[in-house]
């Protein structure tokens, strides 16, 4: 696991961000877009975690969180320099899994008839 000592840099802020290699890239670039998507969605999940889901949720979520870390690093390094860094790599079973997760929610609350608000309910259906 990472040690962060510091969360700053002291380089100030020239519009760029560095890659895990090192390389420098301007902040919109779509890769430093797309690691940062992911932290928003494991931002999520915490906050989902922390206000309370019911027990199937809260017992595979961490273990996806951790996953969203390692296509994280994935993400943050170009793929000419994976080579040089022992990376966690997200692999066919990992979407296999998710994709199981969801069948195995849907059984439990039904096709979905509508959607569902962020903030709304579920109605009726529970996932307990």
Known sequence: MPRLTKIYTKRGDA??????GGQRVPK???????YGTVDELNSQLGVALA???CDRLAQVLPEIQNE????GSDLCFREEDKQQYKLPQIEPRHVQRLEGL????TAATGPLENF????????AAQLH
């Open 68 to 71: 969203l870390f390692d296509l």
């Open 51 to 53: 206000v309370g889901l």
């Open 102 to 105: 969801i069948d195995e929610m």
């Open 116 to 123: 569902i608000l962020p903030g709304g309910c579920l109605g």
């Open 28 to 34: 919109d670039h779509p890769r430093v877009e797309a």
């Open 15 to 20: 519009g760029d961000t560095a890659l895990g």
